[in-house]
Nanobody
Framework: QVQLVESGGGLVQAGGSLRLSCAAS????????MGWFRQAPGKEREFVAA????????LHSDSVKGRFTISRDNAKNTVYLQMDSLKPEDTAVYYC?????????????????WGQGTQVTVSS
């Protein structure tokens, strides 16, 4: 089992940057594909980015491509989401997730474990 704890959220002005971190417990972090999802008030949770267990494959949603970058450090059991050029529509709770499937995916069902989330608010 994996426990995930997100950090790094906060309030930022439009055009600014934030870096989210997700620390994982356990010794098997490098066996999981990792993903970031977000959920805005009144909306469904949506895919943001994913990275394979050996960080050779990354996926980013069209809405964040070119602005957000997912990365991981297996030695530190941590996955990151660098968010640049933030927009008010990026405001949401951001969740980290771990999946044991063969490849990372954009579908929530691919992920077995979830963190509690961290709030990101972008003011205009």
């Amino acid at each position: 089992q994996v426990q995930l704890v997100e950090s790094g959220g906060g309030l930022v002005q439009a055009g600014g940057s934030l870096r989210l971190s997700c620390a994982a417990s356990g010794r098997t972090f490098n066996t999981y594909n990792m993903g970031w999802f977000r959920q805005a008030p009144g909306k469904e949770r949506e895919f943001v980015a994913a990275i394979s267990r050996n960080p050779g494959i990354t996926l980013h949603s069209d809405s964040v491509k070119g602005r957000f970058t997912i990365s991981r450090d297996n030695a530190k059991n941590t996955v990151y989401l660098q968010m640049d050029s933030l927009k008010p529509e990026d405001t949401a709770v951001y969740y980290c997730a771990a999946g044991s499937g063969p490849i990372p995916g954009t579908y929530r069902g691919r992920y077995d474990y979830w963190g509690q989330g961290t709030q990101v608010t972008v003011s205009s």
